[in-house]
């Protein structure tokens, strides 16, 4: 079993869906409001848990409901809490996120997650050290993620960082990583390139090994050596964007720490983001393995049908496509794009 170690945030998400984002001083009517389990750490433990990996998640929460709540949540899924420590100062992290036209914004509030220290890190190295990959973010202090990664180097463990929300990171930092999960905006604030090829050949300059800059509806530039490779996201019908960045970075890791190739691991965690963007919520909308293997055997079968002459359907890319319903040779609701 993959062995994944995440270092990083545990938020109570409040979220509520408006018609329009009201401008600074405007008071806009909403509605639809809900809580779910988040923070960028303990979606990305989730996603890995509930794919099938043995997760530990390193962090902090307030000695509150939500800190309770969101415990409880972890361990639903499979994900080991003993080295969460609660804070008696500060409260549990929350992010405010307005829901609008199927897209989202966030204001996060760190609370106790701010006061995760390098010690803290230190004091579970031997989890580190156990791992095959650690995945962290940037809703911790700097100074924690960069001794998180600097264990993991010194162990031999893979480190795959998703940088969010995006803060100019030093070159030495940078190179602590294996690999880099920004995604466009990310890649301009890490760059100052607005043009994301060329803000991932930055990066790749910088020292990063591997770069995949996730491009929301349009999926992935991802790096294999010296080549930039694109590759479409899965067309579904979209409900709600909160955790696809941090479902499909969960799924890379997950991949990875099984021994799958890395196209592959790409492919693997696109089908995965694609499944999260479907449902509302963030740590509710991931989906378990049983879920991406249906999806995917779903998707090989439609092709075959439509084409019989495929030899290898699995190696075969849809089209960018903004289809959200099937044709009528197509079985599902979120057609692939290659049916007549």
């Known amino acids: 079993m993959p062995n994944i170690c995440v270092v990083g945030s545990l938020n109570m998400d409040l979220c509520v869906e408006t018609p329009r984002v009201p401008a600074m001083g405007e008071t806009v009517l909403g509605g639809g409001f809900f809580t779910s389990p988040g923070g960028k750490g303990a979606n990305q433990a989730v996603a890995a848990g509930k794919l099938g990996a043995d997760v530990t998640m390193l962090g902090r929460v307030g000695a509150d409901a939500f800190g309770t709540q969101l415990i409880e949540n972890l361990r639903s899924d499979g994900v080991n809490t003993d080295h969460i420590r609660i804070t008696e100062n500060a409260p549990t992290g929350i992010a405010v996120i307005l829901l609008h036209n199927?897209?989202?914004?966030?204001?996060?509030?760190?609370?106790?997650?701010?006061?995760?220290?390098?010690?803290?890190?230190?004091?579970?190295e031997d989890v580190v050290a156990a791992s095959n990959v650690l995945v962290l973010q940037l809703e911790i202090p700097l100074v924690t993620a960069r001794r998180a990664m600097a264990l993991a180097r010194a162990h031999g463990v893979t480190v795959l960082l998703n940088p969010a929300p995006a803060q100019k990171l030093q070159a030495d930092l940078?190179?602590?990583?294996?690999?880099?999960?920004?995604?466009?905006?990310?890649?301009?604030?890490?760059?100052?390139?607005?043009d994301v090829e060329l803000a991932a050949r930055a990066l790749l300059q910088m020292g990063v090994p591997r770069v995949v800059a996730t491009l929301g509806g349009s999926g992935v530039l991802y790096s294999e050596g010296e080549r930039l490779i694109r590759k479409p996201a899965w067309p579904v019908k979209v409900v709600d964007t909160t955790a696809a960045g941090d479902s499909f970075t969960g799924a890379l890791a997950v991949s990875l720490a099984r021994g799958e190739p890395w196209g592959a691991s790409i492919d693997f965690a696109l089908a995965v983001a694609a499944l999260t963007v479907t449902r509302k919520g963030?740590?509710?909308?991931?989906?378990?393995?049983?879920?991406?293997e249906q999806l995917k055997t779903t998707r090989r079968s439609i092709i075959l049908d439509c084409d019989p002459g495929i030899d290898d359907p699995s190696t075969r890319t849809p089209p960018i496509s903004t289809a959200t319903t099937a044709s009528a040779a197509c079985r599902i609701a979120s057609c692939c794009g290659t049916c007549p």
């Open 102 to 124: 199927r897209d989202n914004c966030i204001i996060v509030d760190p609370g106790a997650n701010a006061l995760l220290t390098p010690e803290d890190i230190s004091a579970c």
């Open 174 to 194: 940078l190179a602590l990583a294996d690999i880099l999960t920004p995604n466009e905006s990310e890649c301009e604030i890490l760059t100052g390139i607005a």
């Open 282 to 292: 963030a740590q509710v909308s991931l989906p378990r393995l049983a879920e991406v």
